[in-house]
């Protein structure tokens, strides 16, 4: 059976290039009828932290994707060390009982390219066992073969052929000095344990795979199948990442700017992986369906932002998209969080609550839109724009809408077209283009320039509210 795996570290916020992976697994388990598992790699627990595993969770189910099975490697110590030590009895690893200086990290040594110590690799079973069992510290290293030049070799998915010689190839890291397993050791250990048969990650792994399918055949493991996904970057060509560019690349950044879970999985998905049809916008039955690893391109994708602005512009396009052609029954929730968080008042009414969202969305990006230019249309505070202004101040338009507040007032009617004939009339009477009321209206109703029909405003906002803010210019 297929199943897959996002394994993140909780050492910071969910990177967007992380939640892109979760996407693209999630979607290939879905359109194959496979199992989606989440494993928190936890073991470098010098760097992990409460606040990134609540972030990863914040974000992961903001995206409303879900998962079908959950594990913590923290939890699966034992599992790891066991695997590691069948290795040792195998005789595909060994104890290095070199001093690691403060750090059992191979990349602390800084003697050109470190392979092995022939001294430590060549030791005896029982002269090995003796160090140990008086309590000398070591590393448990994995034997590279060395008697012979062999590649390793793997086909994937995305890189197609892949192969490297063992000459090049580390004696790398299976347990630290303190027993705990390393990264490449965990990984494995347990990929074989929850049976995964297929990994789908990042590019920056690429170079693993090697060590990973000599440990995988060391267990007398079939390896998975692997793809792996190209990089993400900046506009100036350099990876994505925590440190040099911040909250731009965090996902939380566009869930705290008002952007629709689905609209921006839809935005993910199109960053390294094409439908081949040059669709861009798409449902989630849609993704599920099309989704493929043939699909993946090899090229980096670019995510725009600048300093000034963290948001991608065509994901903002997107979410303007999904937010005009979602069912308002679906955006209705969202937008009462974004008015309650802002201190707003809902309109008790469902039924004109949700034709309050419907008719004034068209215009909107976000759903932090709703609370700031959908404000006039929940509250009788909000400002006046420089056009808004402009339109009120041309010769004789407050008076012509305060004497077309009362004409409304009186009348029994209060319909768009019943609203529209009575301003028609009156400019007609006065002489004046009806743009002049037309315009005015739309100012006087909600401050703004630009907006829904200027008649239908009147019905939305209703007679009260409606004639109260023609008589207030």
Not at 30 to 48: A, K, P, Q, S, Y
Not at 121 to 132: G, H, Q, V
Not at 423 to 434: M, P, W
């Amino acid at each position: 059976m297929l199943r897959v795996r996002f394994a993140p570290s909780p050492t910071g916020y969910l990177h967007i290039g992380s939640a892109r992976t979760f996407i693209f697994n999630w979607l290939y388990a879905r359109h194959n009828g496979g199992t989606m598992i989440l494993r928190i790699d936890d073991t470098d627990v010098e760097r992990n932290t409460q606040t990134s595993l609540d972030s990863i969770f914040d974000g992961l189910e903001w995206l409303g994707l879900g998962w079908d099975e959950q594990y913590r490697q923290s939890d699966r110590l034992e599992l790891h060390r066991q695997a590691a030590w069948r290795l040792f009895e195998s005789g595909h690893a060994y104890r290095d009982f070199t001093p690691a200086g403060g750090s059992d990290d191979d990349k602390s040594r800084e003697e050109g390219a470190w392979l092995f110590n022939a001294g430590m690799r060549d030791l005896t079973r029982d002269e090995s066992d003796r160090r140990a069992a008086g309590g000398e510290p070591f590393v448990l290293r994995f034997r590279v073969p060395r008697d012979q030049t062999r590649h390793v070799a793997f086909k994937d998915s995305v890189y197609r052929e892949q192969s490297k010689s063992t000459a090049d190839i580390e004696d790398f890291a299976l347990l630290r000095s303190n027993g705990m397993p390393t990264y490449h050791m965990a990984s494995c250990a347990d990929d074989i344990d929850l049976k995964i048969s297929h990994i789908i990650r990042g590019q920056d792994h690429l170079t693993n795979t090697f060590k990973h399918i000599l440990i995988f055949e060391g267990l007398g493991a079939e390896p998975p199948q692997f793809a792996h996904l190209p990089l993400l970057i900046a506009p100036d060509g350099s990876k994505l990442s925590k440190r040099k560019h911040g909250p731009v690349v965090s996902v939380t950044t566009y869930r705290d700017a008002g952007f629709l879970p689905h609209s921006y999985v839809n935005f993910l998905c199109l960053l390294g992986w094409s439908p081949k049809d040059d669709r861009e916008q798409m449902s989630r039955e849609e993704l599920t369906g099309r989704f493929t690893l043939e699909g993946i391109n090899r090229s980096n994708a670019v995510v725009n932002f600048s300093e000034a602005d963290p948001i991608d512009p065509k994901a903002l396009w997107l979410n303007s998209q999904h937010l005009r052609s979602a069912p308002v029954e679906e955006l209705l929730p969202a937008v009462r969080r974004v008015l309650e968080a802002a201190g707003l008042p809902v309109p008790a009414s469902g039924e004109e609550f949700a034709r309050t969202v419907d008719v004034i969305r068209a215009r909107f990006h976000t759903l932090n839109d709703f609370a700031t230019r959908g404000r006039p249309y929940f509250a009788g505070d909000f400002e006046l724009s420089p056009e808004s202004l402009a339109k009120l101040n041309e010769p004789g338009a407050r008076e012509l809408l305060r004497e077309l507040g009362k004409r409304l007032e009186q009348k029994a009617e209060f319909t768009e077209q019943s609203v529209e004939a009575e301003l028609r009339a009156l400019a007609s009477e006065r002489g004046v283009k009806a743009g002049v009321l037309i315009n005015g209206s739309r100012a006087a109703l909600t401050g703004q320039h630009v907006g829904p029909s200027a008649f239908a405003l009147f019905t939305l906002l209703g007679r009260e509210r409606s004639i109260a803010r023609l008589q207030k210019v």
